[in-house]
């Protein structure tokens, strides 16, 4: 009698977590190791995504095939980059190469594509903000680098760019701030933020910076080590009013 209703409890127990689990998993995107999971409204995986890279050599040609992946801090959106790069055996010389980064709802469908996205010298070709509406996108083209923020439908919202190398990016958490790490090669970097709301712009030279580095926080100020470098939010300096030029008197009229 105790043995059954120990089973009777721990089946219970182990109903409600499998519940709980599947609620966890309703309309959410998950990234693992090597897949990018998405669960529909049940709790059920209808779709992966598999990560990685795969090479494949024949003859005076080598196929190199990309994939990679993330998803947002809330499981509402997710990426994939799926790049394909064709060299010579010595890979001394790209031969052929072909991407597309792809944007992913709650509904696990494509909500838009691009066709210059790519990966910057650090880091992923997007970033989200923490609620996943608000992104950063690396594009590349023969123009340069640019530095690309849209919202989750894929509007632009605002730009930056082209940049001839871009080695970083980052967005704030809450998605009104960004940031662009580039430099001209053989010459030291520089950083371009972003106030996505009023559509402001703030270059800083790397030799004003402490070690070269610098960041953003959500209220726009910009630190370099433990200093405040510049605040998006201070007001504007006043212009001081143009003085009134000095009064003339006209001559007076001889008799």
């Not at 469908?109 to 608000?134: H, I, M, N, Q």
């Amino acid at each position: 009698m105790i043995l059954s209703a120990l089973a009777l409890a721990s089946g219970m127990a182990w109903a409600q977590s499998t519940s709980t689990v599947q609620q966890l998993r309703s309309n959410v995107w998950l990234k693992q190791s090597s897949s990018l999971l998405f669960y529909d409204s049940s709790g059920n995986l209808t779709s992966e995504i598999g990560l990685g890279t795969w090479e494949d050599s024949s003859g005076s040609r080598v196929r190199i095939h990309e994939i990679r992946g993330g998803a947002s801090a809330n499981g509402q959106f997710s990426w994939t980059l799926d790049r394909i790069q064709i060299w010579n055996p010595p890979r001394t010389k790209l031969l052929e190469s072909r991407r597309t980064l792809r944007f992913f709802g709650t509904a696990g469908k494509e909500l838009w594509s691009r066709s210059e996205a790519d990966v910057p010298e650090t880091g992923e070709p997007l970033l989200f903000s923490e609620d996943g509406k608000t992104v950063v996108v690396a594009l590349s083209t023969e123009k340069g680098w640019t530095l690309s923020v849209r919202n989750y439908l894929g509007s632009s919202l605002m730009e930056a760019g082209p940049f001839p190398k871009l080695q970083a990016m980052a967005i704030t958490r809450n998605g009104r701030f960004a940031m662009a790490k580039w430099l001209v090669p053989d010459q030291s970097a520089s950083h371009t933020f972003l106030d996505i709301k009023t559509k402001a712009r703030k270059d800083i030279p790397s030799g004003e910076l402490y070690l070269g580095l610098a960041r953003i926080d959500d209220t726009g100020r910009i630190f370099s080590g433990r200093k405040m470098i510049f605040d998006f939010g201070a007001p504007l300096p006043e212009t001081p009013p143009t003085p009134a030029p000095p009064a003339t008197r006209e001559p007076a009229s001889s008799p």
